[in-house]
């Protein structure tokens, strides 16, 4: 069982960047891939960004490409979501997530374990 903490969501000006990290315990971290993944209000979730378990691999929502980076660090068992050039429309809860997967490819849906989110807030 892994339990998954989000930090560093806050309010930014468009243009601006933030840096959320997810802190996983239990579980063996690096048997999984993680992944972030988004909720405005009244919009379905949306995926991200998802890593691998090695960090090799990396997938990135179409709205975000070429803004956002992931990462993972399974030395501290971490994951982080560098958010920069961030617009109106990236203003969601994000949550961090983590299915087990030792494949390199990275998975878009059926994750099994879910942080409690974090807001991030980007006012115009």
């Known amino acids: 069982q892994v339990q998954l903490e989000e930090t560093g969501g806050g309010l930014v000006q468009a243009g601006g960047s933030l840096r959320l990290s997810c802190e996983a315990s239990g579980g063996t971290f690096s048997d999984h891939a993680m992944a972030w993944f988004r909720q405005a209000p009244g919009k379905e979730r949306e995926f991200v960004a998802g890593?691998?378990?090695?960090?090799?691999?990396?997938d990135y929502g179409d709205s975000v490409k070429g803004r956002f980076t992931i990462s993972r660090d399974n030395a501290l068992n971490t994951a982080s979501l560098q958010m920069n050039s961030l617009k109106p429309e990236d203003t969601a809860i994000y949550y961090c997530?983590?299915?087990?997967?030792?494949?390199?490819?990275?998975?878009?849906?059926?994750?099994?374990?879910w942080g409690p989110g974090t807001q991030v807030t980007v006012s115009s």
């Open positions: 997530a983590a299915r087990p997967w030792l494949v390199q490819a990275v998975p878009r849906g059926q994750y099994n374990y």
């Open positions: 890593i691998n378990w090695t960090g090799e691999t990396t």
